[in-house]
């Protein structure tokens, strides 16, 4: 992909909505565009789950991830401590695509859907310990370890907002 990220476009979603909670979910939509996703989620990593907020776009595979029980089976919970230490993280922390390729998360969960890759991002301030969860399609590809890099800078950019959530 390569594409420059619109990390002001997100800022700004991103205060809005931790002002106005209602806005999460056009936050997620700002998110997906600004990144050019095929989708973005936010997780409370303290477990405030199943309530999610999401872009359009991945309302039929989390309502699927929730109904089928998937939340429990999700290989990407393991990549919290690397989330937290790094600030960025995403499948190859973990898995290589040999194993993503037979993986029934991947397979069997994500496919369907036309996903496959995710870069999920810390949000952290305090107590208050999110992700932005961004999503790829099996077209767009992986996310690149210079997009890491950037998406490593926006976690840093979004610790402020979620300090202001708490306020």
């Given amino acids: 992909m390569g594409a420059a990220f619109d990390f002001d476009a997100i800022g700004v979603a991103f205060v809005e909505a931790a002002l106005d ?23 409370d990593i303290k477990g405030h789950l199943p309530l999610v907020p999401c872009s359009r776009t991945m309302a039929p595979a989390l309502d699927t991830y929730v109904r089928d029980g998937w939340i429990d089976r999700d290989e990407r ?43 999920a991002i810390k949000i952290a301030a305090g107590d208050d310990f999110w992700a932005l969860s961004l999503q790829r399609s099996i077209q767009q590809g992986p996310f690149t370890p210079d997009e890491m890099r950037q998406l490593a800078d926006l976690s840093k950019q979004l610790g402020s907002v979620a300090q202001l959530r708490g306020q």
């Fill in 21 to 43: 909670p209602s806005r999460w979910d056009s936050a997620m939509e700002v998110a997906e565009k600004a990144t050019g996703s095929a989708g973005a989620l936010l997780f």
């Fill in 77 to 119: 919970y393991r990549l919290i401590n690397f989330l937290d230490r790094k600030g960025v993280t995403s499948e190859f922390d973990l898995l290589t695509s040999d194993d993503i390729a037979k993986h029934p998360y991947y397979q069997e969960f994500l496919a369907p859907f036309g996903l496959r890759w995710c870069a």
